[in-house]
């Protein structure tokens, strides 16, 4: 069985300081991982994904996550936050061997503040 | 491209009454699900497909009907509306390669519903 925790259910941060969403998973098998991110009143899109190539994962406006396999962690960063950021995040695992579901994370509201 | 398109938006029903959320894409995707967004609990999965005349139920099925006549569309009935119902939903769908779902799901806007 799989499951994802994402640590914080908020995170408040200022415009133009880092970010950092936290992300632990545990799966039995190679698991693809990615983070998806809600705008209010919008659907999920996809920021990244890691499907066993590169552990460090490059997304869209900026963000980046870490596939540490010792850790079981996938957190999602970027260097500098900007208003638009402000969203709720969600981890999720698909743990592959023969599996379907994915797991989501219960997310993570992104608070920016100016 | 139209991607993923839900409808209605937007729906307020009497307890009891029974209704169908539409879910079509047109990218030509195995899979595709239904999952339910509340406050505080993430998204759950109700229902999900692996191709047209297969469907399993998911976490939360129980008072939901769904079936996969074609690969485009999977609709979402339920049957007697309960307030325990009020949520948002979502419609999403992705490629299957092989046995192993690793691809990217693609989403639908969400619909809104209100039981009273």
């Known amino acids: 069985a799989q499951s994802v925790t994402q640590l914080d259910s908020h995170v408040s941060v200022s415009e133009g300081t880092p970010v950092l969403l936290r992300c632990n998973y545990s799966?039995?098998?190679?698991?693809?991982l990615f983070w998806y991110v809600q705008h209010p009143n919008k659907g999920l899109q996809l920021l990244l994904k890691?499907?066993?190539?590169?552990?460090l994962v490059k997304g869209i406006n900026g963000f980046e996550a870490e596939f540490k396999k010792s850790e079981t962690s996938f957190h999602l960063t970027k260097p500098s936050a900007h208003m638009s950021d402000a969203a709720e995040y969600f981890c999720?695992?698909?743990?592959?061997?023969?599996?379907?579901?994915?797991?989501f994370g219960r997310g993570t509201s992104l608070i920016v503040h100016p | 491209n139209a991607g993923v398109t839900q409808t209605p938006k937007f729906q307020v029903l009497k307890t009891g009454q029974s209704m169908t959320l539409q879910c079509a894409q047109d990218?030509?995707?195995?899979?595709m699900s239904w999952y339910r967004q509340d406050p505080g609990m993430g998204l759950r999965l109700i229902h999900y497909?692996?191709?047209?005349?297969?469907?399993d139920q998911g976490e939360v099925p129980n008072g939901y009907n769904v079936s996969r006549s074609t690969t485009e569309d999977f609709p979402l009935r339920l049957l007697s509306a309960a307030p325990s119902q009020t949520s948002v939903y979502f419609c999403?769908?992705?490629?299957?390669?092989?046995?192993?779902?690793?691809?990217?799901?693609?989403f639908g806007e969400g619909s809104r519903l209100t039981v009273l």
């Open positions: 497909s692996v191709g047209a005349g297969i469907t």
């Open positions: 990218m030509n995707h195995e899979y």
């Open positions: 999403a769908s992705s490629n299957i390669a092989g046995t192993v779902n690793t691809g990217e799901l693609f």
């Open positions: 999720v695992v698909t743990p592959g061997g023969g599996s379907y579901i994915p797991t």
């Open positions: 799966s039995s098998y190679s698991p693809s």
């Open positions: 890691y499907t066993s190539a590169a552990t």
